[in-house]
Each structure stands twice: as C-alpha cells, then as structure tokens.
C-alpha cells in the first residue's frame, strides 16, 4: 500500500471508528440496563448492504445479533473468516466521554476503540477494499461482527454452529507483530462459605462465614503464588483475582454465608474441574484446623484454553503477508486472557489472532494505535490473498 493510500485509510478508519464509538453496544449480560449490540449491528448492516456480499442477520438473543457478510469466491481455494466482536464492556467512571472519541497523535481513544471497534473497522474496511477492487478470489471470505464476546460467547458459538468455514483469524488487540497461537481457559466461581446466624453477643452460638471466607481468600492468594514462580511459556502465569465479596445481613448478626466470586485460570492440558480441585483441598486444610467450617464452589462460566492446531497453511499466509508490510517475520505469542479463538478452534477450525496495540482496555482513557490497524489491515488483505487465492 503506497502512502497515499494510507493516509486515504487512515482518514477512513477514523471516520468509521469514530461513528461506532458513539454507539452504545455495552454488554446488558455484564451492565445490566445496557442496550447490547442492536444498534451498532444495524450500522454495520447499513454500511455492508452497498457491497451486494452475501449478508446474515442472526438474532441470537433478543435485540442482540451477529452481523456475518459472505463474499463468495470463485471455487477451488479453502474459506476464511475473520472475527471481530461488537459489544463493549467499560468503566462507567469515565461515561461522559467514553462515547465522544478524540484522536491523541496515532492514538484514538474512546470506549472499545481497542477491544474490540478498531478491529471491526478495519476488517469492514478490508472487505470493502476486496470487493470494490475487482479482486476475486477463489476461496469465499467470511467476515464476522460477533456479539457477546466479552460475557458467555454465544456470538461466536452460534457463528461456528451456523456459518462453514475452513480456517479463521480472530482480530483483538494483543499487539502488531505477534500471532496468538494458545491463551489460558478461565472460571468464573462463586465460593460460598456457609456459617451460621446469632445474635453479635452470642459467639459460642454463631458461626462467622466472613471470617471463615477471609481465611479461604488468604490461601487463595498463596495458590496464585505459587503460579507465579511457574508460568506457562507463552500464556504466563495462571491467573486469579478475587473480584466480588456479598455477605451478612446486619452489624448486630454473625453472617450466615459469606459468597466470593472469582476469576480463575486455566492452562492448555487443564480443566476448570482442576481448579475446583485446588479449591476444595483448601476447603480440607481449613477444616482440619477449624471444624466448623463449611464451604462449597459454583462453576458459573467455564472456557477452555485455546491452542492453535491444523493452522500451518493459514500461518505461512499471515507470516508472508507479515514480512510483506513489517518486513520481519510473525512472532507465535500467548496470552494470559481468553477471546474466541478458543470456541473456533474447538469447533474444528484452525485459528490465530492477530491485532493492533491497544491499552486501558475494560478502563477509563481505553486507547489503539491508528497506525497498527492499518498495518494490521494491510496484513489481512495480504493474507486473505494468499490463503484464499
């Protein structure tokens, strides 16, 4: 791409991202009272209509549908979809002008500019291009505006259900110059720690479930330790974090139950079912010293690592494009979060992720960097031409 087509991109980009900024797509599963994904699934349906691709609406929950554009190829080269997602998750702390994107430098910022409405735009963009190039290809390309990402997934896992494909890229922003090969799975666990209600005076009656819940948490932390000192090579260390305490009922009554929500890891090779494991020999240790106490864990969400597997074509594809436009060869990564690639890769087809640097994701000054989408679109094109013909 000469300069002056990207600089005619960038003037694009920053239009499109700008105008899916402001529209409102945080997530109602995660902020309840949040409009999901209807309008800005409306938006990119109006902007698609003109190409004359293939184009579906599916209504996966109420108001909340996967945008998915086909563009038939001409026959005898593999498929590829690209996927990015459309529903937001954010800090309300920054509300007022988390909808109003400004552009600092190369930097854009604004509420899911980064994770994942850069992403969108610039595949839109690439689609865009393909189509009104003349360019055909033999293999058709899919590109997927997904819903529900940042909760249960369902977006993708109706995508993969619904829509043929033989190979994938999940566009996120974990940084140009990598390719994202394997990520950690996670659960979010409630741990309910039962005690037992009595009057503030009567400590020989009652049964302190917060006080037994802090003990659990203390030996969690330890655990989270000890992953520390063994990180996976790629993914890091496992992660966890303790993200919502709710228990007792007054300052005049021992609490009853005391329930914490967790965010947990998982490796490649693990199952959430090895976490809960660890939870509950801490559970046993704490019983030995203090009889009384009693707990139970609640898998509310499970996801399973991803690895990447069978993707050695669509690798040669994306390493080429890359050299291509960075002139240095693609860097296989890991990460410590979870997105999509994994329910993609579990339905049988070969994926990686590749994005733009971005920062402040889920936080107040979320930010991307302009010129990394760019160059990211320019590593799609390249690849979709070799991988698709």
Known sequence: ???????????????LLADLVRIDSRNPWLIPGTPGEAEVAAFVVDRLRPLQVELAVDEIAPGRPNVIARWRGLGGAPSLCLNAHIDTVGDAS???RSMR????GDRMVGLGVADDKGHAAIQLLVLEAFVRSGRRLRGDLIVAFTMDEEATSSGTMDLVARHQMDAAIVVEPFGIGRAIVTH???GWLDIIVHGKAAHGSAPDVGIDAIGHAAEVLRRLDRLGATWATKPHPLNGATVYHASTVNGGTDYATYPASCTIGIEIGTQPGETIANRVGDIVSIFDDIQAEEPDFSAEVVVRLDRDPFEASGHEALWL????AHRAVLDRPLEPAGENAWMDAALMQAAGIPTLSIGASGGNLHASDEWVSLTDL???GEILEGAIQRYCG
């Open 101 to 104: 994107p400004v552009v600092q």
């Open 184 to 186: 950690q799975g996670f």
């Open 374 to 376: 760019i160059a990211v």
């Open 94 to 96: 920054w509300s007022a």
């Open 1 to 15: 791409m000469s300069q002056r087509d990207r600089v005619g991109r960038r003037a694009e980009l920053e239009t």
């Open 317 to 320: 594809a994306l390493d080429d």
